[in-house]
């Protein structure tokens, strides 16, 4: 059965993006990562918040990478959670009103693969409703001082987590931990 992950790269001071979504500091940090190369061939299905769908892109400018999951590195089904489901049909994507609904699809879709989750309000409602296994952060070494927290959840709440590897990538820490039940 599938695994939901949340993978990430966050800055140390805990945020996944700039103020307003800004993903421009990203860039100089996206470098050669062999646990992400590892990660990537695992997933099988992405559970996408719409802010993160139709947001800003390390790779802008980049004409073969920009709007592409992992910068072209993977492709497969998407599943994009939304109040708001264009009229459109995009090819390889489904929208989806609620997270029941979108995690029970995006697992089937993935088969004995990962889900990997992409957005911090999409992977913190995961996180609520008991259903993310794993985070595999990214560590970038700098500071963005606001944005978008990695979990942002008000009034706090401790959730215990287990170390599975701490890897060091040319430009990145990784620290991939599982969710402990
Ligand atoms: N650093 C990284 O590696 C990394 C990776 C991915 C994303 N990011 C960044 O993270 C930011 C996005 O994270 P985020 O937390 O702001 O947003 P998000 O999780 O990407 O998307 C939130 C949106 O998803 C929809 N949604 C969420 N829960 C829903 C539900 N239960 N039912 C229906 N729709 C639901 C809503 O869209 P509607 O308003 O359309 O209903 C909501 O506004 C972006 O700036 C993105 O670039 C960073």
């Given at each position: 059965m599938a695994k939901m992950l949340y993978s990430v790269t966050m800055s140390v001071d805990g945020f996944i993006a700039g103020p307003g979504g800004d993903m421009s500091w990203m860039t100089e940090h996206l470098g050669p990562n062999e646990t992400v190369d590892e990660i990537i061939g695992q997933i099988g299905a992405l559970l996408v918040g719409r802010r993160t769908f139709g947001g800003d892109d390390?790779?802008?400018?980049v004409e073969e990478k920009e709007g592409k999951p992992f910068g072209g590195g993977w492709d497969g089904p998407q599943f994009v959670l939304t109040h708001h489901a264009p009229e459109t049909q995009i090819p390889g994507t489904t929208f989806v009103g609620d997270l029941a609904t979108a995690v029970a699809a995006a697992k089937a879709a993935a088969g004995d693969k990962y889900v990997n989750i992409l957005g911090a309000s999409t992977a913190r409602q995961c996180l609520d409703a008991g259903v993310l296994d794993e985070i595999l952060v990214l560590i970038?070494?700098?500071?963005?001082?606001?944005?978008?927290?990695l979990f942002d959840r008000p009034g706090g709440a401790n959730v215990k987590l287990e170390r599975i590897s701490l890897t060091q990538a040319p430009l990145a820490t990784n620290l991939w931990l599982r969710v402990a039940r």
């Open positions: 390390p790779y802008k400018g970038a070494p700098v500071l963005l001082g606001d944005g978008v927290r």
